[in-house]
């Protein structure tokens, strides 16, 4: 199989696995307990947690592990500042759009920072909505669909001196470009393990120091009382080793994901009809989300798939006879060209061969 879907997960690395295998076998000592094995499994989580820490530039004690970028972004809105207005990215991830959309129901105003049509946050809609008494904000980092990536930075250092709380979704930038805590100036930044080769189900909020956040669930003190429930250890182990290997890796990665989608992208430049999605530069090096004009999205996905392609469309409505992407949407992209949308995300074993053969065939579906 040619799998061009790491945007929607990847493979566990052997590695990582590996780093797993004794937590599910013979280390299964619950991590609370006093007795050496249930000691043993706690430093485990610990390591882990310095692990995840550096990948993302700040201290241990920052790090919540969660089940995953979904948890975390339902975690990073239960900060009790939210009293009365939020706003968020126009192309934010399901998981953050859904959750805002109950606040609403709850009486809560939601604003929009609007996107111009190649995904950037527009600066006019970013400054009309800061200037309004927001109590909290999200701007996502890369957006999982067309790979574009935002100036957090900037917008969080605005937001703050507003005292705003300024939340980013950096889970698909992880591990494919250098991700800052300290840096992007946020006070919540949410990880998630299985799109950076880690296993599913586990991921992190990061939390800065002396922010409040009230927990989902109640029960345990695990993870500060933040997030109680017995710990996932295998898997915290794994997306600690996950983030190590990325650390390590990130440069080689980068460069040669960025490599590929050149190469794809100059092929895609001589398919008639093919419109390639999001700012050219501000993108994810393994994100290329493309429209082709009169084409049938899903149909093409299908076709590939019997091929042995693994793609998506990015979205789960986005082809078919459904409705387009919210994100194409939001970046004023025509229906029918978003209708027939294909996302290649690129993976760190993926060859220039593969992406040759994705042309070749893509070119031959066309004709
Ligand atoms: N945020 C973004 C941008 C994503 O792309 C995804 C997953 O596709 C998530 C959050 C959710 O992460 P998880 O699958 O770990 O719940």
Redesign the pocket.
């Known amino acids: 199989m040619i799998y061009f879907d790491h ?2 997960t990847t493979p566990l690395d052997e590695r990582v696995l590996e780093a797993m295998m004794p937590f599910l076998t013979t280390f299964y000592a619950n991590p609370s307990a006093l007795y050496r094995a249930g000691r043993i499994a706690r430093s485990a989580i610990e390591a882990a947690r310095e692990q995840v820490a550096a990948l993302v530039d700040t201290t241990a004690a920052q790090v919540i592990f969660t089940s ?4 975390s ?1 339902n975690l990073a809105l239960q900060v009790p500042a939210i009293k009365s207005r939020v706003a968020i990215s126009a192309t934010e ?1 399901p ?1 953050m759009t859904e959750p805002v959309m109950r606040l609403k129901h709850r009486g809560c105003a939601v604003e929009t920072f609007d996107v111009d049509t190649r995904g950037l946050i527009e600066q006019a809609s970013f400054e009309q909505v800061s200037r309004l008494p927001l109590d909290f904000a999200s701007i ?1 980092l890369a ?2 669909e067309t790979g574009v990536i935002q100036d957090v930075a900037v917008y969080a250092d605005t937001l703050r001196s507003h005292n705003v709380i300024v939340h980013s ?1 950096a ?2 930038a992880l591990g494919k470009i250098p991700v800052s805590f300290s840096k992007l100036k946020v006070h919540l930044l ?1 990880l ?1 393990a ?2 950076i080769y880690g296993p599913k189900g586990c ?1 992190a909020l990061i939390v800065e120091k002396g922010l409040n956040l009230e927990p989902m669930q109640l029960g345990g003190g695990q993870e500060k009382g933040i997030r109680p429930g017995t710990e996932n250890v295998a898997a915290i182990v794994g997306f600690g080793a996950a983030a190590e290997i990325a650390k390590a890796e990130l440069d080689q990665r980068h460069d040669h994901l960025l490599k590929l989608r050149h190469r794809l992208e100059s092929g895609l430049k001589t398919v008639s009809g093919a419109v390639i999605f999001g700012h050219p530069d501000l993108r994810l090096p393994n994100t290329v989300q493309f429209g082709l004009y009169g084409v049938d999205g899903e149909m093409l996905q299908m076709q590939l798939d019997t091929k042995g392609i693994a793609i998506s469309s990015g979205s789960a409505c986005a082809s078919g006879g459904g409705k387009p992407s919210p994100v194409l949407t939001a970046m004023k992209i025509a229906p029918e060209l978003a209708k027939s949308a294909i996302r290649v995300s690129l993976g760190k074993d993926n060859t220039e061969a593969e992406v040759d053969e994705f042309l070749n065939r893509l070119t031959r579906f066309l004709l």
């Not at 995953?68 to 948890?71: A, L």
Request: glycine share 16%; with cysteine; proline share 0%.
């Open positions: 945007n929607a995953g970028g979904t948890e972004n991830h998981c996502m957006n999982n979704d889970v698909q949410s998630s299985h799109k991921g």
